[in-house]
C-alpha cells in the first residue's frame, strides 16, 4: 500500500523561506514524477514543481520559477520542497503526489494515482 505524508506547513512571513517534505513509503515506480501540488479555495490544483524519480531532472511552474526547489533523498523516501522569497499568494495547500509518466507529463492532477493529505503554508504580508 502506498503512503505520502506531508508535513512541513506552518506560518511564514512574506520573503521568508519554509521547507516541506513528503515521506513516501511502498513507492517504487522510478519511471515517474513524484510532485508538489497546491490548492487554494475556489481554485484548480495546481502544480508548482515536480522531480522525475529516475533521473532526478526537476521542472517547475512558472510562478515559483528561482524561488522554489525541489530534491529528493532517496535513502530516506524523502521528497522536499525549499520555498524562499515566498509571496502571500503562496498561500495555500501543498500536496505531494506520484505516479505520473513521461507521456502524461506531470502538470496534469489527473495523471496522479497517489496523493498525500496536504499541509497548510500561510505567508503573511
Known amino acids: 500500500q502506498v503512503q505520502l505524508v506531508e508535513s512541513g506547513g506552518g506560518s511564514v512571513q512574506a520573503g521568508g523561506s519554509r521547507r516541506l517534505s513528503c515521506v513516501s513509503s511502498?513507492?517504487?515506480?522510478?519511471?515517474?514524477?513524484m510532485t508538489w501540488f497546491r490548492q487554494t479555495p475556489g481554485k484548480e490544483r495546481e502544480g508548482v514543481a515536480a522531480l522525475y524519480i529516475n533521473t532526478g531532472a526537476t521542472y517547475y511552474a512558472d510562478s515559483v520559477a528561482g524561488r522554489f526547489t525541489t530534491s529528493r533523498d532517496n535513502s530516506k523516501n524523502t521528497l522536499y520542497l525549499q520555498m524562499d522569497r515566498l509571496k502571500s499568494e503562496d498561500s495555500a495547500v501543498y500536496f505531494c503526489?506520484?505516479?505520473?509518466?513521461?507521456?502524461?507529463?506531470?502538470?496534469?492532477?489527473?495523471?496522479?494515482?497517489?496523493w498525500g493529505q496536504g499541509t497548510q503554508v500561510t505567508v503573511s504580508s
Open positions: 511502498g513507492y517504487t515506480d522510478n519511471k515517474t514524477f
Open positions: 503526489a506520484a505516479g505520473a509518466t513521461i507521456w502524461t507529463g506531470w502538470t496534469s492532477r489527473d495523471a496522479y494515482k497517489y
